[in-house]
Structures are given as structure tokens and as C-alpha cells.
């Protein structure tokens, strides 16, 4: 008999909201844009809904930085952290996967498991070099 199962599993997809008034893109998103004051509403009863922007692309890295001093239970010397700045201006904070990072470099940010840890996965986005 063939396992099927393994097509049922959705990839991760880290996703911006988008403002449905102003079209401003947030990752993470506010309760209320800073922009034209539209209000959230999760449940989406009260307030019209915000669209969900996919995060993954090509883009910059902004600024980073390495964490030596990992809580017990990680199986890594450091983690590396950076913001980058994607093609249509959203900054995002990222999991940073480059073995000599620079500022500026071009760097493509995609979903996956951000965590060394055992235990659940932990999805967000993670930045490597093309």
C-alpha cells in the first residue's frame, strides 16, 4: 500500500498583512495602521479583513548580529539574527543564515523551522544567500 500522507503536509509560509484602506504592508501587523488609523479585527466581525502578503524573496540585508550567550538546550555556538529589506520596502526581522554576512548584501528570505531546539518547530523567516 502507498503513504499519501506525505502530500497532505502544507509547506510553512510566514505571510504581512496588508491594510484593505491605505494598502500598507506590516509583518508583524498592528492593530491599528499607523497610517490611515484602520482598524484590525482577528475574528474579523467588526472591522474588514487584512490580506495576507506572502514574505519570500529576494532582498537586503539592513543590520545583523550574532548571540553567543544561547539559553540551555541549544545545539549551536550562535545564532545570527538580521533585518532585511525586501523589493516592495517591508522590513522584516530574520533568522540569518550566511556564513560571512555583510551589510547590504543580497540575500533571499523564505519559511522554514527557526529554532535549534528539540521539541516543536518553531516556523519564521529565514534569510540565506542566493
Not at 13 to 30: F, H, I, M, R, S
Not at 51 to 70: F, Q, S
Amino acid at each position: 500500500m502507498v503513504d499519501f500522507s506525505i502530500y497532505d503536509q502544507k509547506q510553512p509560509e510566514v505571510n504581512a498583512l496588508q491594510c484593505p484602506n491605505c494598502k500598507t504592508v506590516y509583518y508583524p501587523a498592528p492593530m491599528v495602521c499607523t497610517k490611515c488609523h484602520t482598524r484590525r479585527d482577528p475574528s474579523q466581525v467588526f472591522f474588514s479583513a487584512w490580506d495576507k502578503v506572502p514574505v519570500e524573496g529576494p532582498c537586503k540585508l539592513l543590520t545583523w548580529t550574532r548571540v553567543w550567550a544561547l539559553p540551555e538546550g541549544y545545539n549551536v555556538k550562535y545564532l545570527q539574527f538580521g533585518v532585511v529589506e525586501f523589493e516592495n520596502g517591508l522590513r522584516a526581522s530574520v533568522r540569518l543564515e550566511a556564513d560571512e554576512p555583510r551589510t547590504g548584501m543580497a540575500l533571499y528570505a523564505a519559511a522554514g523551522v527557526t529554532t535549534e531546539r528539540s521539541g516543536k518547530d518553531v516556523y519564521g523567516l529565514i534569510a540565506r544567500a542566493p
